[in-house]
């Protein structure tokens, strides 16, 4: 997660964490079906209930993992992840949360979050011997990682978002069940893909809300 830089700022990083994964679980619960729907036309039908049980055991934690210095809360989000999604999507969402927490117990500091997140999903696209361009959730981790590397303003980053993952709509699925389609999943938006930009959007907004640089 991003530092609190301004030593002013009257922001408590635990109410803080709090709030984010609130609004990430209450932001999947409104979208369940529709990911479900983005699902049904190149998958199974499942991801809209898959990450509807992750963010809900993620918000049935979230006292004690508000509790935790930064990079244990990471870890421990991350194996809560890969546990509770299930199929593709959780171990990929896992590791992209283990990774930041193992970096960041490394002692690197958190101003460095950029190249700790550019690190994070280089290992998601390990995981998923997957790279960009392959209409898979990485459509979006990889843009994100780039413009949080040229130091894009969050507010301004979460109104680019979702625009990455309207992107994956004219690719080829080239990973996971939608590769099964071939050229059939062209014209569909991918559904890991527009989970993570709504989770990534919105944890960009809470974050600039809250004044994190
Ligand atoms: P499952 O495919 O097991 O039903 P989900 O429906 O929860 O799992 O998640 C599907 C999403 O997972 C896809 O839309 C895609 O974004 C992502 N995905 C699947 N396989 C891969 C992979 N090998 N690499 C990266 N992302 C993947
Ligand atoms: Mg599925």
Redesign the pocket.
Known sequence: MIVVRDPRSAVDPSALMCRVIEACRDAIVVREAYLCDL?CAI??G??GT?MRRGLDALAAERQRLAGMPLAEAMSAAGTILVMS?G???GP?YGTLLLEIGRELSTGRPETEFPEIFQHAVAAVAQR???SLGEK???DVLYPLSDELIKHVPLQHLAEKIQGFADMTIDMKAM????SFLGGRSIGHM????ASCALLAAIVCHELAKAGAA
């Open positions: 699902d998958g199974d499942d991801h898959n999604i199929g593709a999507a990929l998923g011997r997957s898979t959730l990485l990973r996971g069940r939608a991918d559904p890991g893909a």
